[in-house]
């Protein structure tokens, strides 16, 4: 397969599955041990992380009028309440990464398997937790406490490869009583600044140790960014009005489904 045919169909994954509940870390690295993707294995976790941020992109464009109305009413109380509970999820969330990143050295798993556990373990998580909620009264309205968890969920997501960061922040707040539709937008919105700075933090880091990023890596990681926030952008709108009426059950089978195929795939032989 054409190096450049890889990279458009990893940023074309990314983008589907980035603000669905179904983990797109988890997929890209699955899928990429079929497509071998013209990056350098040693940048690859920097390829990962900067295409999400790329999808992150279609937020801005979506909620680009939402964006708008946040800064312009920033001297209201009510909007400068969000704007601290946005600003104190993404702390938490940028505390919790560096010590994965820095104090406990995380890396990406080399294999599936972690990956295939996280898939199968969060869909059952998907399940228990869509019938729970069931019924029950909710708000809009976002509390201090849906602001820490959303955070330590982000910081859940990153550490476990699979768990899904935008189904983790969602279903959570669910779980506080907050409405879909409001736990959907706080989940993206606090997304935007988590991955671009996650971003910033591997290009950074890359050119401080002296890797030596080709203009092959460049290009690969713009083409994947590209073409992740233009099938993000789709989705986005799409989950918006999907969330208004309906529940994640769907995702939570499909999940049981993928890492259950994912663990016989792997018994087999047929991934690593």
């Not at 991955?195 to 460049?218: C, K, N, P, Q, V």
Request: aromatic share 10%; hydrophobic share 55%.
């Amino acid at each position: 397969m054409p190096d450049w045919l890889s990279i458009l169909l990893l940023g074309l994954i990314e983008g589907v599955t980035e603000f669905l509940p179904v983990s797109s870390t988890g997929h890209l690295l699955i899928a990429e041990q079929w497509l071998h993707p013209a990056v350098d294995k040693a940048h690859h976790e920097l390829f990962n992380v900067v295409i999400q941020a790329g999808a992150m992109l279609a937020v801005l464009a979506v909620f680009s009028k939402r964006a708008r109305d946040l800064v312009a009413r920033s001297g209201e109380p009510a909007t400068r309440d969000y704007l601290v509970k946005l600003i104190s999820a993404f702390l938490i969330t940028a505390v919790g990464g560096l010590l994965l990143k820095k104090v406990l050295h995380w890396e990406l798993p080399k294999t599936a398997f972690p990956v295939a556990i996280a898939t199968l373990v969060g869909g059952i998580v998907i399940l228990g937790i869509e019938r729970g909620i069931r019924g029950r009264t909710t708000t809009q309205y976002i509390t201090w406490g849906v602001a820490l968890t959303v955070g330590l969920a982000q910081v859940l997501a990153a550490a476990f490869p699979g768990t899904s960061r935008s189904g983790a922040c969602i279903l959570f707040a669910l779980t506080l009583g907050i409405a879909r539709p409001a736990a959907t937008e706080f989940s993206f919105l606090v997304g935007i600044p988590t991955m671009f700075a996650a971003s910033g933090l591997e290009i950074f880091g890359a050119l401080r140790h002296g890797d030596r990023l080709t203009g092959s890596d460049w290009g690969s990681v713009a083409l994947g960014s590209l073409v992740a926030c233009g099938s993000a952008f789709l989705v986005v709108r799409w989950l918006l009005r999907f969330v208004q009426s309906n529940t994640f059950v769907l995702f939570g089978w499909y999940r049981i489904a993928l890492g259950a195929g994912l663990l016989a795939m792997r018994q087999m032989g047929w991934i690593g």
